[in-house]
């Protein structure tokens, strides 16, 4: 009794704390700002006013019984209704613009019923749903395929012209010439629970948010299989700044996104739970990104290189800076090439409690290898991160050397996880500690980790990385400072 009691306490507690960065009811906040994301995704109430019914052959009213054809549906669509898509195979591209947008609250929604798969068009932007200056839409359980992208979000580059409120939840995206999932100058968005792989060498990113957008959720994504970067925030201070003539130290470019400024810089963003692997390229690349979280995330076993914070402009404002990267699974095995790298003025970043692996895999037998690079810094940013609790195997360093809370051993066993890969890729769950797994209970708890990537809570001391396998019994949980 007294166990659960004690849970109870600390459920209680991690309620109450992390708040700024946990993921908002409707009316609730992120990041300490209001939420306005899209409320298909924060209400779990809401209702359309209107559903209207397609199929792939549909030449009817829209209703359930006699469906009408994605084109008409698209035509006629307004702010607080759903399409509808009956299960089946689609060719096509459509569109919602400025015109044919929902609003904060009554979002327009496009929903597919299990069995929906639609075949991207190669004309024009070809792209299966192209949300271009539309605000407030949702696009749910679809997969897309080919074309130059799945979901094509984006607004101007202005901050008071960026879009706003667009959901992409729960769509298998693949075999896209350019880039599965895209969007550029589009605030409050959230991209949760999808798969995108296959991205060719017209662009080649799983994901990719671009072009300076703020407050956004990346949560719950598998990506695999790119040609470019899996993953890749980039605030492109380049063309929004310097290709509209302003100077990258221009508050416009590099000030904050709270006061309407900053479109060279992508600020407030939660990547959590995420599984990038196996990409023919490189990692997740992060670039002009602040006040930020990326946590609870497994990555790993790239091509080249792995996870990259930095910026592309000589203003130390546009650094990847003041992020927590927190309870991450970091996995490198590219001989020289760095596992998580910090940058050109990436600085005031946290890096806490996680676990880095630089290995080898021949013959069935994983190996921990000093020849892989696991962090790199450089003169600007030598001395300027925090670095807490993280574990180290094998590998070396550049303009670094661990905290006295750090640990770096050269040794590595893949019986620390119920399924390491020894030679293809495996489900997340493979990655889950064992219990002779010698990162359990090395971390303080942290209050903007409460929970694991299963969102099992945390206990004092953590479990490393993405999982909390340790029962913590009795014990009384103690909070840690938090992340501001």
Excluded at 70 to 84: C, L, M, N, P, W
Excluded at 117 to 132: D, I, M, Q
Excluded at 154 to 177: C, F, M, P, W
Aim: proline content about 4%; overall charge negative; glycine content about 12%.
């Amino acid at each position: 009794m007294m166990y659960k009691i004690l849970i109870f306490i600390a459920i209680l507690v991690f309620s109450s704390v992390g708040r700024a960065v946990d993921v908002p009811h409707r009316g609730g906040s992120f990041f300490d700002t209001p939420e306005r994301f899209n409320r298909y995704y924060t209400d779990p109430s809401y209702m359309p006013s209107r559903t209207i019914h397609v199929s792939p052959n549909g030449s009817g009213d829209g209703s359930a019984g006699n469906p009408m054809s994605v084109s008409d549906a698209f035509g006629q669509v307004t702010a607080g209704e759903e399409i509808r898509f009956h299960a089946g195979e689609y060719a096509g591209c459509w569109a919602l613009d400025s015109d044919s947008s929902g609003t904060y609250d009554a979002p327009i929604v496009l929903k597919a019923d299990p069995g929906v798969t639609v075949n991207c068009c190669g004309s024009g932007r070809a792209t299966c749903f192209n949300l271009e200056y539309a605000d407030y839409v949702a696009v749910d359980g679809f997969t897309l395929v080919g074309g130059n992208y799945g979901v094509r979000a984006v607004g101007g580059y202005s901050t008071s012209e960026h879009q706003k409120g667009i959901a992409v939840l729960n769509n298998h995206v693949r075999d896209q010439y350019k880039d599965p999932i895209f969007s550029g100058g589009s605030d409050w968005i959230v991209v949760e629970n999808n798969i995108a792989h296959g991205a060719g060498n017209g662009d080649g990113h799983g994901i990719y948010l671009s072009n300076g957008s703020d407050w956004m959720i990346a949560r719950n994504n598998e990506l695999y299989d790119n040609s470019n970067s899996d993953f890749q925030i980039n605030a492109d201070p380049l063309s929004t700044c310097a290709d509209e003539g302003i100077a990258f130290d221009d508050p416009l470019c590099d000030g904050s996104a709270r006061n309407g400024l900053g479109q060279g810089v992508s600020e407030f963003v939660l990547v959590e739970n995420n599984y990038f692997h196996d990409g023919q390229a490189q990692g997740p690349n992060l670039t002009s990104l602040r006040n930020s979280v990326f946590r609870n995330n497994i990555v790993g076993l790239y091509a080249a290189h792995g996870t990259s914070f930095w910026q592309e402009t000589d203003n130390p404002k546009l650094g990847s800076s003041n992020n927590l990267i927190a309870h991450n699974l970091f996995i490198g095995e590219s001989r020289w090439d760095h596992v998580l790298q910090l940058i050109n003025d990436s600085t005031g970043n946290r890096v806490e409690n996680n676990v880095f692996l630089g290995i080898s895999r021949s013959g069935g037998i994983v190996t921990a290898d000093d020849r892989v690079l696991l962090i790199q810094q450089d003169g600007s940013t030598e001395g300027r991160n925090a670095f807490a609790g993280n574990y180290f195997s094998g590998g070396y360093f550049e303009q670094f050397a661990p905290s006295a809370t750090d640990q770096h051993v050269q040794t590595f066993n893949a019986g620390w996880y119920e399924d390491f890969p020894v030679s293809s890729p495996v489900a997340r769950t493979g990655f889950r500690p064992t219990a002779s797994a010698p990162f359990l209970e090395m971390g303080n708890l942290l209050s903007d980790v409460p929970l694991d990537m299963t969102g099992a809570s945390r206990m004092d001391p953590a479990d490393l990385g993405p999982w909390q396998i340790t029962d913590a019994g009795s014990r009384q949980t103690i909070l840690k400072d938090g992340f501001e």
